[in-house]
């Protein structure tokens, strides 16, 4: 690791800010020529992975939230970011004399596209001696678990970034020990402090790639032989109100739609394309109510709503619509008292604005 | 039965107590030859001056209970009767469950893994923690050599290749064949080989037993269990079980390694269906991306082909193609499909003809099947990417401008293997950087989902899509439209789903020289593994 003197920070974040302007221009040869340089220069490869590379996807997060960049700007950057990974991990080799470590599997859990976070971690930990199997974003557990018969990891590790994933991350983390292999999570998803990882049984969970690679070099505990069912983990999913919300997510999407075109007939007016924004809006309130009653917690789904409000504000959409969508919610869903709980929560928590027309949300 | 007065002595013993307590009316209860526990017992009892509960030990041994009755004058009647008959079978009872415990234990970890070594690793260490002080597993012969798996008691397990003389222990060229073990006597601890003793294995052993890991019909390996010469020699009883745990962790070995064979034999017959890795090629980015229909299958109806020009000035020679049905059966056809367009490279310059030979060839095979495809040749001339583009009942190919418009390629004609003759019209496009061709398959339009459930995901919304893709290297084209379409599916059922993009990089020829067919040295994901 390279020790962080000021001219070190000082050369990263000049770094830094040229591959974030050749990133977002598209430029690939451009963003490959900084980061050779920096290596070249001696800014150290770890550091080129987590603090420059990573760095600037960070960034292109935040400036997609404050509608500065548009969601294929942000995918085109991510894939120019990918492949800048991929220049530098032939161009700059693990470093030699690193331990032998054991075999290892990273991967997405099944859903998950944002990929960059593992693809990191992947590096960074090949940099460490570790022999990788890096299987990409959106890994479906029969692949990943086949994946594991025939390769016998120490251990395996998963990321998610969207709190949406946790169902599948559950299913992947239960899959994965029932096979006795220990399981790392990290990403977004979990939580800031992991909570979501110690709910859902993993065997460890890592805030970022050096924790992950030191909690990896300590060494994980192998799960126990006796299998178990995510119900085992999270006894609350036998009010089925998970299940029910899930599988019925369809017909809440269309009786919201109705309900919204009831209150504001200029609804009808809506261009097709219009209209199935709305709809995708509902579709994601009920699926982070959906997680949020899987895990449990109101204060996932108080949090992507207040998010969500912020988003809309950057976007200049008035977030009443948002309080609109959760009343028309609770209305379907009286019958489930977590849910309704939840979605008060949610209300109460949105600032207080003068409800008079719902726009579409825009992406 | 013994009667013992107030002050402790002896007043009368029955002949049955007399033979088991050689003591006489007139001895003292404190004499050396009442069992302890007993005196001890009547010690109590006279002091807490209430009556006691019974109590029980062992007498010349045996297990006795023994019961007294207080009478007023102080004397005391100890009735003794015997349980060593219960005790032995309670205490077997006992054994007998854990055991039974530790069997159901061994299954269920040894059930859950399908991977030979980690098995064999499971097995070892299991054997070594319950069974012995050490355990070696002997996996059948590689060559001459043995894959040997050690495992101490306190749970360390290492695994080597090692030549191995089968004749250097007693009954492991006899267990190796499958034949039943010899008793552990027969074996001399002295005469084991150095390398049947794990590292760091203290002192001297006691006693050994080999018994065979039984597979399906046969062997899958043999379990050599040591234990310690301070420790008691392995008894009969422990051989049975033994044998009883060898037998399960057999059976999950066997169905572990013919998982293994199997996955291999598989992986071998699948290498040549599984779509191809893409890469740069003559400055030209290709890249592809496939969804079989079924999550645990990594093959099915659609498949795609990148055949590199022999030098820049040669067309690369691009195929897309979807055959009726999904699964394996319609991957069969895929490669045969994809054999016959190789065949044809050295025609490719004249698709009607390609088409027509593949016609006919699909014609005279004994499938029933049809095929859609389309056909590409590119070539790169003064910056600009040139396409010989030709639907053979496919749909079109869409070409994103790298102002954001989406076109679609004017080609059209007849599926192939269903008619005597086929006849296309074959487009001609030209890329200029940062414009990508994509070709896709009609699991892509044919998504169903959506917030509503139950809407395609149409080509209307593909192109809305793909407008903002321009200028976007090849590999963020595919990635984004399968991302766009496994979103909308929303994890519902699906059809075989590839893209291909091939697209003229904005950044100029030749700029990423450096990566041009080294993707395999990174992090990528591996082959045969990915969708």
New interface residues.
């Given amino acids: 690791m390279t020790t962080d003197t000021g001219a070190a920070v000082q050369e990263r974040a000049e770094v830094s800010e040229r591959l974030w302007t050749a990133v977002i221009a598209k430029d690939e040869s451009a963003a490959v020529r900084e980061v050779f340089a920096a290596a070249d220069a001696g800014v150290g490869r770890e550091s080129l992975l987590l603090e420059v590379l990573g760095g600037v996807q960070r960034r292109v997060g935040t400036e997609w939230a404050a509608d500065r960049i548009s969601v294929a700007e942000e995918h085109a950057a991510t894939a120019i970011i990918d492949r800048v990974i991929a220049a530098l991990a032939h161009r700059v080799p693990a470093p030699a004399g690193m331990p032998d470590r054991p075999r290892i599997t990273v991967a997405c859990v099944d859903g998950e596209w944002h990929v960059l976070p593992a693809r990191l971690l992947a590096e960074v930990l090949t940099g460490r001696g570790w022999q990788v199997d890096f299987l990409g974003a959106h890994t479906t557990t029969p692949h990943l678990i086949a994946h594991l018969h025939a390769t016998n990891p120490a251990a395996t590790l998963l990321s998610a970034s969207l709190p949406l994933h946790l169902p599948s991350a559950h299913t992947a983390v239960t899959a994965v020990q029932s096979i006795g292999i220990p399981v790392m999570v990290g990403g977004a998803a979990f939580g800031a402090d992991g909570r979501y990882a110690r709910l859902i049984g993993a065997d460890a969970w890592a805030p970022d790639a050096r924790a992950a690679a030191g909690l990896l070099a300590d060494g994980l505990i192998r799960p126990g032989p006796t299998p178990r069912q995510q119900v085992d983990d999270l006894p609350h999913l036998a009010d089925q109100e998970y299940t029910l919300i899930k599988g019925n997510r369809s017909a809440l999407v269309r009786q919201g739609l109705a309900e919204l075109e009831a209150r504001w007939p200029g609804m009808r007016a809506y261009t097709e394309a219009q209209r199935e924004r709305t709809a995708e809006d509902l579709a994601h309130i009920v699926d982070f109510l959906a997680t949020a009653l899987y895990v449990d917690d109101p204060e996932l789904f108080t949090g992507f709503i207040t998010w969500t409000a912020e988003i809309l504000k950057a976007r200049r959409v008035p977030p009443h619509s948002l309080r609109t969508g959760l009343e028309i919610l609770a209305g379907e869903l009286h019958d489930f008292p977590r849910a309704l709980g939840f979605l008060k929560a949610a209300a109460e928590a949105l600032p207080a604005t003068p409800t008079t027309r719902p726009s579409p949300a825009q992406e | 039965m013994l009667v013992v007065d107030a002050d402790g002595a002896l007043i009368e013993t029955n002949e049955a107590a007399r033979r088991l307590i050689p003591l006489v009316p007139g001895d003292f209860v404190t004499s050396a030859a009442m069992p302890a526990w007993l005196a001890a017992a009547d010690r109590a009892l006279r002091q807490a001056g209430t009556p006691a509960d019974a109590v029980s030990g062992e007498v010349a041994g045996r297990s006795f209970e023994a019961y007294p009755s207080s009478c007023d004058d102080g004397t005391v009647v100890w009735w003794l009767l015997e349980d060593t008959d219960r005790r032995l079978a309670e205490q077997a009872l006992r054994g007998e469950r854990e055991r039974a415990a530790l069997l159901a ?1 061994v299954s ?2 040894l059930l ?4 030979v ?2 098995c064999m690793t ?1 097995t070892a260490r299991m054997a070594a923690g319950h069974l012995a002080d050490a355990a070696i597993i002997v996996a059948p012969a590689q060559g001459r050599r043995h894959q040997l798996t050690y495992a101490r008691a306190d749970g360390e397990v290492t695994q080597t290749m090692l030549p191995v003389e089968p004749r250097s222990v007693a009954g492991l060229a006899e267990a190796l064949q499958g034949f039943p073990p010899v008793p552990a006597r027969w074996i001399d601890p002295a005469e084991l080989p150095d390398w049947a003793v794990p590292e760091g294995f203290d002192g001297p052993i006691g006693s050994v037993i080999v018994t065979p890991l039984p597979g399906h019909g046969v062997p899958a390996g043999v379990l050599i269990l040591l234990r310690s010469s301070t420790h008691q020699a392995f008894t009969d009883g422990e051989e049975v079980f033994a044998r009883l745990f060898a037998a399960r962790a057999g059976v999950a070995l066997s169905a572990a390694r013919l ?2 064979e199997q ?1 291999s034999i598989t992986t071998t017959l699948m290498r040549d269906l599984l779509p191809p890795r893409l890469e740069r090629v003559h400055g030209v980015e290709y890249a592809g991306a496939y969804r079989a229909a079924r ?2 299958e ?1 093959v099915g109806g659609d498949f795609y082909d990148v055949h590199p020009g022999t030098d820049a000035g040669e067309e690369t020679f691009v195929v897309l193609g979807d055959v009726a049905g999904k699964g394996l059966e319609a991957a069969v056809l895929t490669g045969k499909i994809r054999s016959v367009l190789q065949a044809l490279l050295p025609l490719s310059g004249d698709h009607q003809q390609v088409l027509s030979l593949l016609n006919g060839a699909l014609l005279n095979s004994h499938h029933t099947r049809f095929a859609t495809l389309v056909l590409a040749s590119v070539t790169r001339r003064a910056g600009h990417v040139r396409l010989r583009l030709t639907s053979a009942g496919h749909l079109p190919p869409l070409i994103i401008r790298s102002d954001g418009r989406v076109e679609e390629a004017p080609t059209q004609g007849q599926l192939v293997g269903a008619m005597p003759a086929v006849t296309a019209r074959t487009a001609h496009v030209s890329l200029a950087p940062g414009e990508t061709c994509l070709l896709y398959t009609d699991g892509i339009t044919e998504a169903s989902g ?5 809407q395609f995901f149409g080509e209307e919304r593909l192109r809305a899509a793909l ?3 321009a ?3 090849a ?2 084209v595919v ?2 439209v399968q ?1 766009l379409a ?2 909308w599916l ?2 519902g059922r699906h059809d075989d789903m590839a893209t291909l993009a091939i697209t003229n ?4 020829h030749g ?2 020289h ?2 041009d067919g ?2 395999a ?6 082959a045969g ?3």
């Fill in positions: 234990e269920s970890a859950s893994s399908l991977n070594e980690r499971v998982y293994a996955r999550d645990h990594r959506g917030p509503l459930g139950d407008g903002p893709c200028r976007m290297p590999e963020a990635e984004r991302m496994a979103q929303g994890g990089p904005a950044g100029g700029a990423l450096s990566v080294h993707h040295t990174a992090a990528r994901p591996k593994v990915r969708r």
